[in-house]
């Protein structure tokens, strides 16, 4: 039986069971993970809420201080002192842009830096609101390139009268969180919201998303940029109702998070993992593959027929594959026992056929020395004649049997050499004439079962026999006796070169017709064909005869059956 390959070996299947046995475990590392992702999160929005009232506090407390300072300063900023005032203020304040004093027709009449040209400022709706009677407004730049509020405060005349507004230009940056606070996530931007609703100016317009319908009503809320990044938004009031500072931050997905924590969410997983299937392989090779391999040695040292070898070294492997090698062990031991019982069993029953095959052969030549007192008594030639025939073919058989029980195996006999024997036998078994006709025999080597011999050996008989009977006159003649192996079919030719009279082909003689029976029990085929040179030739065409087994066949009861 061939040694079957493929399927999956221990060592698949452990890893198999262990992938699964982890199920569990990975799936609580995944919960986990997600666990964790969304407690991040929350502290992520919580953080991005405190820096939003941090920022707004901070706003507030600047525009605060910007509204005081121009209350302040309004009074004295007129004349010709009115630039080097506010130069002297601007450069004391930090994160404030310019301060500009303008009059009640919104014309700048002294600043502390360069201003850009308006044409009328008086549309503008901040300047409306101070003109209308606000104290102070908050509002954004339209003059600068930069994200920059204005901080204006109204001012009066003794009377009461509007004659312009005092204005801080503050610099957005300069409300942004502290950006090195390891608590604020990377990217974070800042925008000033006004009540309406709308960004009145922010560090990156892409970062943010228009807010959602109840804004006014919540802290916090998370959306799509201008880029299409989901962000987290945190809102907190700057001015009462009039303005609001927004806080946006990214908002990593489940991956993006995973890739920013990959030791907590990766690395160990996988780690964990490779250390449990390692694991797996090691104890799997050092405590069962190789002692499988070992047994599977000594099995197939078993296999070839030695069972001397005994599976020695399993003493020191774990019990289960101790039991293995010694149930191996007591194989072995039955082995060695059945085939000391086979042999035995065997050569007494070998030792019993050629006993037989003896006695047979005696009991057929006393048969045919039996036969041989009455032929001598016959004086009919018709009667001798028949009693002749009968005694070759019971020669024929006596041969058989000599040949079984001289052979070295009982189950194969050498048809070169008793073909040999039998045409000697032939050959030497009458006087007068036929002492004259020569028999030639070339056969090639071939070993064939007893049960095919016997209808070759007959058949063999019965032509010669007729060649010696019909084919020659006083003179004599010559038998060539061939017998050739081909790949596939065996031919038998007995040919003469007598008188060339093959007789009718349906001839109806004893001889013809056993023939015709030997042939059909060999699966042959029969010829009685005249040579071109003169004389005849008997032709058995047959199937090649099959080596016999050199197994004994071993019977129900495990003894062996004898051929």
Excluded at 295 to 324: H, M
Excluded at 367 to 373: A, G, K, P, V, Y
Excluded at 518 to 538: K, P
Aim: charged fraction near 25%; charge should be positive; aromatic fraction near 6%.
């Amino acid at each position: 039986m061939p040694r079957p390959h493929g399927g999956m070996t221990i060592r698949f299947r452990l890893g198999l069971a262990l992938a699964l046995a982890l199920c569990p475990v990975l799936a609580l590392g995944v919960l986990q993970v997600v666990t964790e992702f969304h407690r991040d999160a929350h502290v992520r929005q919580e953080t991005l809420i405190e820096a939003a009232d941090r920022a707004s506090t901070t706003a507030r407390a600047r525009m605060q201080a910007a509204v005081a300072l121009l209350q302040t300063l309004t009074p004295q900023v007129v004349g010709a002192d009115c630039t080097p005032r506010l130069a002297a203020a601007l450069q004391q304040l930090r994160d404030y842009r310019n301060l500009v004093r303008l009059d009640a027709n919104g014309r700048v009449q002294c600043s502390a830096a360069s201003m850009p040209v308006v044409a009328d400022r008086t549309k503008l709706p901040w300047f409306a609101h101070l003109r209308d009677g606000a104290s102070s407004v908050v509002a954004k730049s339209l003059s600068s390139t930069a994200p920059t509020l204005i901080a204006a405060t109204r001012a009066e005349g003794r009377d009461g009268r509007f004659e312009g507004a005092l204005v801080a230009f503050i610099d957005l940056d300069g409300l942004r969180p502290d950006l090195s606070d390891p608590t604020l996530p990377a990217g974070t931007a800042i925008a000033v919201l006004g009540g309406d609703g709308r960004y009145m100016v922010q560090t990156n317009p892409r970062a943010f998303a228009p807010l959602p319908k109840d804004w006014r009503k919540i802290d916090r809320f998370t959306a799509k940029d201008g880029t299409g990044a989901v962000r987290d938004f945190a809102v907190a009031p700057l001015l009462r109702s009039e303005a609001y500072v927004v806080l946006s931050a990214p908002a990593p997905d489940l991956f993006y998070w995973a890739r920013l924590n990959p030791f907590s969410s990766i690395v160990y997983p996988v780690l964990a993992w490779l250390a449990a299937w390692t694991a797996v392989w090691i104890v799997t090779e050092r405590v069962v593959v190789r002692w499988l391999a070992y047994l599977d040695r000594i099995a197939s040292i078993y296999a070839r027929g030695r069972f001397t070898v005994r599976p020695v070294q399993a003493e020191s492997a774990p019990r289960e594959i101790r039991d293995l090698a010694h149930t191996l062990d007591l194989m072995a031991d039955g082995l060695v026992a059945r085939d000391q019982r086979l042999k035995d069993s065997l050569a007494q029953k070998d030792t019993m056929m050629r006993e037989i095959h003896h006695r047979v052969k005696n009991n057929l030549q006393v048969i045919n020395s039996l036969l041989n007192l009455q032929q001598r008594a016959l004086t009919d030639p018709a009667a001798r004649t028949a009693m002749s025939d009968t005694r070759q073919r019971i020669t024929a058989l006596a041969l058989i049997y000599r040949a079984l029980y001289q052979s070295p195996d009982l189950r194969r006999v050498d048809l070169r050499q008793f073909m040999e024997e039998l045409v000697g036998q032939l050959s030497a078994g009458e006087g007068g004439r036929v002492s004259k006709i020569r028999t030639d025999l070339q056969a090639d080597d071939l070993e064939i079962d007893p049960d095919q011999l016997a209808p070759l050996a007959l058949f063999a008989v019965e032509a010669i026999t007729n060649a010696r009977k019909h084919a020659f006159d006083e003179r004599g003649g010559l038998i060539e006796v061939r017998f050739h192996v081909g790949e596939t079919h065996a031919v038998l030719e007995i040919a003469d070169n007598g008188k060339g009279d093959p007789g009718p082909p349906d001839s109806t003689g004893v001889g013809r017709t056993l023939m015709s029976a030997f042939a059909r029990q060999l699966r042959g085929e029969l010829e009685v064909i005249t040579a071109q040179e003169g004389g005849v030739v008997v032709r058995l065409t047959f199937p090649k005869p099959r080596p016999p087994s050199s197994e004994p066949q071993i019977g129900s009861d495990g003894n062996p059956i004898a051929a």
